[in-house]
């Protein structure tokens, strides 16, 4: 079984709609990260979290500990949006997701 | 800043052949990290480092030699390449848990 478990894989959706990226864990955490992989491959750190939630811009991520869940979610959509999106959650070494591969239309 | 920093971001071996990825850093960040990427798959650590002069194995260190002389620097050594190790290589450094990612090298073995 995967210790990180992201849905939906891929996504597909409208300029302007709200994203939501799901991420669940089995294992014990002390933090956890989101990243974003642009189209060209790099890899750009956007949250770290360890509770509650942050906001930066149109991106907000939760992280609910005791259910070992995280969200990212995205408001305003936008085709420079469309990047693969991924989860890692931390303790005393970092797992990374599969990633979510995020597709926005003009 | 130039951030982290990979060379080469292409490479092509032969079954065999030795090379060295190269990976600096000028944040002064004393966690640096390689990790490879393959299709399907998320990103797996290879080795890492929490200062100049330690250094530890990740989940996938078989093939692989890093070494950590100096703060700013981290290579990867591949000894004898195999077609297995055809992948995109992500070197990282960290400070206080964010991590900052190279732009990656795309290497072949053929």
């Known amino acids: 079984k995967n210790e990180v478990e992201q849905s939906p894989q891929n996504l597909t959706a409208q300029e302007g709609e709200f994203i939501t990226i799901n991420c669940s864990y089995s294992?014990?955490?002390?933090?956890l990260h989101w990243l974003q992989q642009h189209p060209g491959g790099g890899i750009v750190s956007l949250f770290m979290l360890s509770s509650g939630k942050k906001k930066h811009g149109r991106l907000i991520a939760t992280i609910n500990i005791q259910e070992k869940h995280s969200s990212l979610h995205i408001t305003a959509s936008h085709p420079r949006d469309s990047a693969v999106y991924i989860c890692a959650p931390r303790d005393d070494k970092i797992i990374f997701g599969k990633g979510t591969r995020l597709h926005i239309l003009p | 800043n130039a951030g982290v920093t990979q060379t080469p971001k292409f490479q092509v071996l032969k079954t065999g052949q030795s090379m060295t990825l190269q990976c600096a850093q000028d944040?002064?960040?004393?966690?640096m990290s390689w990790y490879r990427q393959d299709p399907g798959m998320g990103l797996r650590l290879i080795h890492y480092?929490?200062?100049?002069?330690?250094?530890d194995q990740g989940e996938v260190p078989n093939g692989y030699n890093v070494s950590r002389s100096t703060t700013e620097d981290f290579p990867l050594r591949l000894l004898s390449a195999a077609p297995s190790q055809t992948s995109v290589y992500f070197c990282a450094s960290s400070y206080t848990g964010t991590q900052y990612f190279g732009p990656g090298t795309r290497l072949t073995v053929l």
């Open positions: 480092s929490v200062g100049a002069g330690i250094t």
């Open positions: 944040m002064n960040h004393e966690y």
């Open positions: 294992v014990g955490i002390s933090a």
